[in-house]
């Protein structure tokens, strides 16, 4: 029983170190790039509270590399887009389309933003879509609006 327990331990170190060696990992090659991304669905104000607001949208699945960042410029004044958030995902290959979420912070209640919505691969190249100008007002400190549910 004594001689047991340690050959446990090292059978179970052993065979844990072996199931997560990054070979063993299943990887896939990325998506080949669609031919045209179009925004399917959004913009839309997802959320808003005091201290955040969430943007979301659907495009057709960009492919390309697994990593994309949905980015949203805004501001207060329609023409001065100047301010710019953006948030990653990670593709996922067997969707026809994927939704960005992108969270902007600390907004000033009770104002009115404008924004644009874009998107990205991880090493910068435009997917090709941006949409037009949108526009949300914050809610008062301590209120939420909730956008409506998405149907799909």
Not at 14 to 37: D, H, I, M, N, Y
Not at 109 to 131: A, F, I, K, L
Request: glycine share 8%; net charge positive.
């Amino acid at each position: 029983m004594r001689g047991l327990l340690p050959t446990l331990a090292v059978m179970t170190t052993a065979g844990s170190l072996l199931a997560f060696q990054p070979a063993a990992a299943q990887l896939l090659p990325p998506l080949k790039k669609a031919e045209r991304v179009e925004i399917t669905r959004g913009p839309e104000l997802e959320s808003a509270t005091n201290y955040l607001t969430i943007i979301r949208w659907t495009t057709n699945n960009p492919g390309g590399s697994d990593v994309h960042y949905g980015i949203v410029h805004y501001g207060t004044d329609p023409k001065d887009l100047s301010l710019s958030a953006k948030n990653p995902i990670r593709l996922n290959h067997g969707h026809a389309h994927t939704t960005f979420r992108v969270r902007l912070y600390d907004l000033t209640p009770r104002t009115t933003y404008y924004y644009t919505v874009t998107s990205e691969e991880s090493n910068g190249t435009s997917d090709g879509v941006t949409s037009a100008v949108s526009q949300f007002t914050t809610p008062a400190p301590g209120e939420r609006i909730v956008g409506r549910p998405r149907h799909e």
